[in-house]
């Protein structure tokens, strides 16, 4: 079993949808949860960084992390075309200077 | 965010040669800098922790001699694949913690092509 899980997709849904995306893990001592949203050839882009449970909102994003079910959600918001890429899940243990665990990434198609 | 610089963005070479990559933090300092591996379609395969000033430390199965990694200032760490192969065609991708709590930014990835 994968320390993080993640759908892979690929998710297709019309513009202005809500799009959930979410990663399951198995190590209780992940703190911080991470979300990267990573266009084609291009490296991974920080959209979001929670520390243990909690929502956290920056405009039309919103990360959910549930620690005592160890799930964590992406949710997106009047999603547009221009959302189209792969968003990877990432997470952490305290003290690891960054050293991150990913999901395998939920590649998302908004179409018009 | 901090902004990380890789270049270059993609290279062609010959079977046996060997490719320098380099990864630069802009606007901070990093003693600890990160390279990833990505095969298309799949999550980033950490290859190793750069560390200024002293030895990289290598993931379990990557090899060392294949892939010499220096950290010789704050703001650059670099890869050389030496004796690059085909099957060492890859997206790699560097990264660095920044900001507070050492948040990770990623470079724009370099695209090897190993004829």
């Known amino acids: 079993q994968k320390e993080v899980e993640q759908d892979p997709g690929p998710l297709s849904v019309p513009e202005g949808a809500i799009v959930s995306l979410n990663c399951t893990y198995s190590?209780?001592?992940?703190?911080?949860f991470m979300w990267y949203r990573q266009y084609s050839r291009k490296g991974p882009e920080l959209l979001m960084y929670?520390?243990?449970?909690g929502n956290k909102e920056d405009g039309r994003f919103t990360a959910q992390v549930d620690k005592s079910s160890k799930y964590i959600s992406l949710f997106i918001r009047d999603s547009q075309p221009s959302d189209s890429a792969t968003y990877l899940c990432?997470?952490?243990?305290?003290?690891?200077?960054?050293?991150?665990?990913f999901g395998t990434g939920t590649r998302l198609q908004v179409t018009l | 965010g901090a902004v990380v610089s890789q270049h270059p963005s993609w290279v062609i070479c010959k079977s046996g040669t060997s490719v320098k990559i380099e990864c630069r933090s802009l606007?901070?300092?990093?003693?600890?800098m990160f390279w990833y591996r990505q095969f298309p379609k799949q999550s980033l395969m950490l290859m190793a922790t750069?560390?200024?000033?002293?030895?990289?430390?290598?993931e379990q199965g990557v090899e060392k001699d294949k892939f010499l990694i220096n950290h010789a200032s704050l703001t650059l760490s670099t890869l050389t694949v030496t004796s690059a192969h085909p099957e060492d065609s890859s997206f790699y991708i560097c990264?660095?913690?920044?900001?507070?709590?050492?948040?990770?930014?990623f470079g724009s990835g370099t695209q090897l092509s190993v004829l």
């Open positions: 990264s660095a913690p920044g900001g507070a709590n050492e948040k990770l930014f």
């Open positions: 190590n209780s001592a992940f703190q911080y």
């Open positions: 929670t520390y243990s449970s």
């Open positions: 990432a997470m952490r243990y305290t003290g690891t200077a960054s050293k991150l665990t």
């Open positions: 606007d901070f300092q990093a003693t600890t």
């Open positions: 750069s560390n200024e000033g002293s030895k990289a430390t290598y």
